[in-house]
């Protein structure tokens, strides 16, 4: 039986480096670092008895027509719409993609990197908010893979990127609810809230720097979590900065035998496809999804095929969908 192939992981766990950083000091770039780490690197190697994998990088040498993505968590219909849009339009340009599910875990999504890279991905586009910069560079010098960020990961000094426009779509929630009378409001913040998210809380605190913040986790449990406060103070409309947070105070709402939006009026982010099915139908910001995905794809697109061009920036306009969450408060708002 052939003795089990120690990988990269392995070199660098014992070296105390990162997967980068062996895999560039191993393939010849170990003048841009430490002599010490370069001899831990090389020490770990030879203990170990590290081989390394000539067959795949040689396929690294070659076009593939493959793009990796990452996502920090596809069973959210926010990313699978996202992947659904990235996917369609790398094919009409006869690329396929590898989908990587980094579910908010960096040393995952370091590992997801090298192990696409290892299969010849010709680039890769990020959403995942949990690989660091510093990783993401180390990675591209040695691959000289483009990268294409947008959504919950920005790295813009070095890639094209594509965002919409968060900042404004946290001010339109909150005009929408004082336009409808609502005074006593809370928005609900994600914890690591990443920057895309913070830029709509921004946007949000401009008509309601007063506004309660509560912080939990960004899913519909976390959203379940803070309807009892919310109860608890009192709060007339509250800002769930996506539809997963959202349709977890519908949940939180309903298992209190209370109403929306009779006792709380409730805002969205995002538009996924579940909003139009909850009762009521959910008010809430919607991101153009599907085209934000194919803007990827197009960027990527076009930066394979001109790789030295500059870099783009686009950002993608966001609107309010008003359905049946958001109650009005104050009739008189509407005085002719
Ligand atoms: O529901 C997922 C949320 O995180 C969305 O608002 C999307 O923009 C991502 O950042």
Not at 50 to 78: C, W
Not at 259 to 277: A, F, H, Q
Request: charged share 25%; net charge positive; with cysteine.
């Amino acid at each position: 039986m052939c003795a089990k192939k120690v990988t990269i992981r392995e070199v660098a766990k014992r070296a105390g480096v990162s997967i980068a950083t062996v895999s560039q000091i191993l393939n010849g770039k170990a003048m841009n670092f430490n002599p010490l780490t370069v001899q831990k690197v090389q020490a770990a190697r030879d203990e170990l008895g590290y081989k390394a994998d000539h067959l795949a990088r040689q396929m690294v040498g070659k076009q593939s027509k493959t793009i990796g993505i990452l996502v920090p968590e596809i069973t959210n219909s926010f990313f699978s719409t996202l992947v659904k849009g990235i996917e369609e339009e790398l094919l009409f340009s006869g690329y396929i993609s590898m989908l990587w599910n980094g579910g908010f875990n960096g040393a995952k999504e370091e590992k997801a990197l090298l192990e696409l890279a290892k299969r010849g991905v010709d680039g890769f586009i990020i959403a995942s908010p949990s690989i660091s910069d510093e990783v993401l560079k180390e990675v591209l010098q040695i691959k000289k893979r483009p990268v294409i960020v947008l959504d919950q990961k920005t790295f813009s000094e070095r890639s094209d990127e594509v965002t919409t426009d968060d900042f404004n779509g946290g001010l339109l929630a909150a005009r929408y609810l004082k336009k409808m009378g609502h005074t006593k409001v809370a928005v609900i913040v994600p914890d690591l809230a990443t920057v895309n998210i913070m830029y709509r809380l921004q946007g949000f605190l401009v008509e309601f720097p007063q506004a309660l913040q509560i912080k939990t986790e960004l899913s519909k449990s976390g959203g379940q979590a803070v309807v009892a406060e919310l109860l608890e103070q009192n709060i007339e409309a509250v800002f769930a900065l996506s539809d997963e947070l959202a349709f977890g105070i519908y949940l939180g709402m309903r298992q209190k035998n209370k109403s929306i939006p009779n006792d709380l009026s409730v805002i969205g982010y995002d538009d996924v496809e579940m909003c139009r099915y909850v009762t009521p139908a959910l008010t809430t910001v919607a991101q153009p999804i599907y085209e934000l995905g194919k803007q990827a794809a197009d960027l990527m697109i076009k930066r394979l095929a001109t790789p030295t061009s500059p870099y783009v920036k686009r950002v993608l306009p966001v609107k309010l969908e008003i359905r049946g969450s958001v109650k009005v408060k104050n009739w008189s708002v509407f005085k002719s």
